[in-house]
């Protein structure tokens, strides 16, 4: 027995015997087409995929530039808003004002909330 009297799982004497390219062999120019189209096949594959991976990196990017920009919008407005209340805020506040009734100190309006 040689080295190439055993072909991937068949018994020997088949026909098969050799290199295991017998069934490959005198394809002619059907085969050669075959092979031409799988590579276009492939080549197409391959750049639709790097096209769509293109197109998701620009989305991405897009997103996180949308969201960048809402987040700076967002801390403009809370520093506005917190500037406009300390400056329209009145000189003592937090400070109740309370009057002496009979002898009692009545203070009105101190469990309102401001708006």
Same mark, same amino acid.
């Given at each position: 027995m040689?080295?190439?009297s055993l072909s991937f799982g068949k018994a020997s004497g088949s026909g098969n015997e050799g290199s295991g390219q017998g069934a490959?062999?005198?394809?002619g120019i059907?085969? +050669?087409l075959a092979g031409f189209a799988g590579l276009i096949a492939t080549g197409t594959a391959l750049?639709?995929? +790097?096209?769509?991976a293109v197109f998701t990196a620009m989305a991405v990017a !897009?997103?996180?530039l949308i969201a960048g920009v809402a987040v700076f919008f967002t801390g403009l407005a809370l520093k506005a808003r917190r500037r406009h209340r300390t400056r329209n805020a009145p000189a003592g506040e937090g400070v109740i004002e309370a009057q002496k009734i009979n002898g009692t100190? !009545? +203070?009105y309006?101190?469990?309102r909330q401001s708006r």
């Open positions: 040689d080295r190439h490959r062999r005198g394809g059907a085969s +050669a750049a639709a995929g +790097a096209i769509l !897009v997103f996180a100190w !009545v +203070a309006g101190w469990d």
